[in-house]
């Protein structure tokens, strides 16, 4: 007897960290942890960011899939995606995405300067739910991760040469994403039509807050 494979859409809840109040804010970032990363604990790597720079508004939703980093039992984290079933869970995520975009929105300023950031993973994930959509963030900033390969060139090519801004950022201890790779994703890039703005630190496969707070500043410039 075959077995057929059937799939389901249910209910479930998503969660997400906040860090500063949406009705001021003058830029809104949604960042995307990596792999085995919870939120939680990710949108600490920018509250300096948040506390220093007025207006700073940041938002770290949450992998829908969470597991124990080790064995059945200790620390957990959440991943975006894996190898099974990944095509559902890329419209999962995208559409957990566009419905925390949806809520968070009318919640702020009608100004407001949208900066979405992914690390690692995260990076990916929110190029893939750019890509499936129509909305456009103010600054697309790639850490440590990369922009998809196997995509419609078409839809990259409009959706990174609409971006008004793409920053890559990397390590350059990184062994994760070593120099050679990072210049292959530039000139995939590249060969979209995009023109990324690339910045290495001093470090492996990690976030540094007083890059963030950079970040953060030359975007507040820029809305002045």
């Not at 419905?99 to 995260?122: A, H, I, N, W, Y």
């Not at 990916?124 to 990369?146: C, D, K, N, Y």
């Not at 995009?194 to 890059?211: N, S, T, V």
């Amino acid at each position: 007897m075959d077995v057929h494979e059937h799939r389901l859409q249910v209910p479930r809840t998503a969660r997400y960290a906040q860090l500063g109040e949406l009705a001021t804010a003058r830029q809104l970032w949604l960042v995307c942890h990596g792999y085995g990363q919870l939120a939680s604990y990710f949108i600490r790597h920018f509250r300096l960011a948040a506390e220093q720079v007025p207006g700073t508004v940041v938002v770290a939703p949450e992998g829908l899939s969470r597991f124990y980093l080790q064995g059945n039992g200790g620390r957990v984290g959440a991943t975006w995606m894996t190898s099974e079933d990944r095509l559902t869970e890329i419209e999962d995520f995208s559409a957990y995405l566009d419905v925390l975009l949806t809520r968070l929105l009318p919640q702020c300023p009608p100004d407001v300067q949208v900066v979405v950031l992914g690390f690692s993973q995260g990076a990916t994930t929110l190029s893939r739910w750019l890509l499936r959509g129509s909305f456009t963030p103010a600054h697309l900033v790639l850490w440590a991760g990369t922009f998809p390969e196997d995509v419609d060139p078409a839809a990259a090519s409009a959706l990174l040469t609409r971006l008004p801004r793409l920053t890559v950022i990397c390590g350059d201890a990184d062994s994760y994403l070593p120099e050679a790779r990072v210049n292959a994703q530039l000139e995939l890039l590249r060969q979209h039509g995009a023109r990324p703005d690339i910045r290495w630190f001093e470090g492996q496969h990690e976030l540094k807050p007083p890059l963030l707070l950079q970040l953060a500043q030359q975007q507040a410039q820029i809305e002045q």
